[in-house]
């Protein structure tokens, strides 16, 4: 069924070397799937539109649910609202981590009808680094929308954290819970029995590297988890603190991840299909908090959808960079077009008494660099 190819740094092109792109995409093991969670191949599914349309009868004709899912999506509509309203949230995370970057987590197609705004397609290339990054991030992206839901009472089965009660100490002492804590931990639970459902109806190399990057995900929100205080006492003095344990911004979970994507290890399946260990002897075992992958990516130079690549034709590109954003490796050394657009800024700002700045708009020409499309007979040889 799949390929496990020794992979040798096809990755590093689309990582940060600014090394031309070069080399074929491996089209075989890619396929063009929709940007879920349950991206797997096998069914294009797509559970995290249920909004707000009738629980019983969406869940029913969500196509590619499993039966577990199915339930709790039946049981826990509200659960599944937030979860959809989440997902706007992630994708917008994962586009702009990787917005200076051939593969920019973009979606192919939008459907503006029934789901709309929500379900998204994208192309990725299945267990490959990108397909990693995105398993652990919408993972934590459901994660986050559940537990905010539970904090805000938007839901019926969850809440604050009812554990965060009566007298802790940190560093700097004693303090009283208060306030609303978030329940992470209802997250991370509820995330781990839907999202997992689908990966553990399989036994296989994939499904256990899936698993392997939800749970990364989910753990990664947890781990920016902040305690918040607010003082009391005489005059703000703080000799009583009353605190709580919020999440922190999601940008955070995202520049994690980032750098987890970074530094993914690639990994092949042992024989019986029990677990996976490292590609490269030489090189460190991946940990509980490492992403895998077991494929290599192609180079995303080229539009082809079966790879999982949308190519970079008409891209913008930064002419001064020499990393990844730069026109050299951003157009794959195709070249690229500059046009001159004007930009209308704010310019000569007069501090006005009392309390005004006042600007001019000022006309400013910039140049905007594009990359060329592919030629006739080179894009032929790749299709
Ligand atoms: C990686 O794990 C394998 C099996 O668990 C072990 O034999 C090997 O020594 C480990 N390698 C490193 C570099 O820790
Ligand atoms: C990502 O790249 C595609 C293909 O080159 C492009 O059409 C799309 O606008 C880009 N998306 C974002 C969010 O930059
Ligand atoms: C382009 O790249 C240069 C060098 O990395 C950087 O200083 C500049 O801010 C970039 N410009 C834009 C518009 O991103």
Sequence with gaps: MFAFTKGHGSLRILGESAARATGASSRRCCAFILLILILTPRVDSSWWYIGALGARVICDNVPGLVNKQRQLCQKYPDVMQSISEGGKEWIRECQHQFRHHRWNCSTIERDHTVFGRVMQRTSICVGSREAAFVYAISSAGVVYAITRACSQGELRTCNCDPH??????????????????????????????????????????????????????????????KLECKCHGVSGSCTLRTCWLAMSDFRKTGDYLRKKYNGA?????????????????????????????????????????????????????????????????????????????????KCECKFKWCCAVECKDCEEAVDIHTCKAPKRAEWLDQT
């Excluded at 965060?164 to 100490?169: I, L, N």
């Excluded at 303090?175 to 689908?198: L, R």
């Excluded at 460190?284 to 990516?297: G, H, I, M, P, W």
Aim: proline share 1%; aromatic share 8%; glycine share 10%.
């Design 164 to 225: 965060k009660r009566g007298k802790a100490r940190d560093e700097r002492g004693e303090f009283d819970w208060g306030g609303c804590s978030d329940n992470i931990n209802y997250g991370i639970k509820f995330a781990k029995a839907f999202i997992d459902a689908k990966e553990r109806t399989v036994k296989d190399a994939r499904a256990l590297v899936n698993l392997h990057n939800n749970r990364c995900g989910r753990m990664s929100v947890k781990r920016f988890m």
């Design 265 to 345: 290890i690639e990994v092949t399946v042992n024989q019986d299909g029990a677990g996976f260990t490292v590609a490269h002897k030489d090189f460190r075992n991946a940990t509980k908090n490492d992403l895998v992958y077991f494929e290599n990516s192609p180079d995303y130079c080229l539009m082809d959808k079966a790879a999982g690549s949308l190519g970079t034709a008409g891209r913008v590109c930064n002419k001064s960079s020499r990393g990844t954003d730069g026109c050299e490796v951003m157009c794959c050394g195709r070249g690229y077009d500059t046009t001159r657009v004007k930009r209308i800024t």
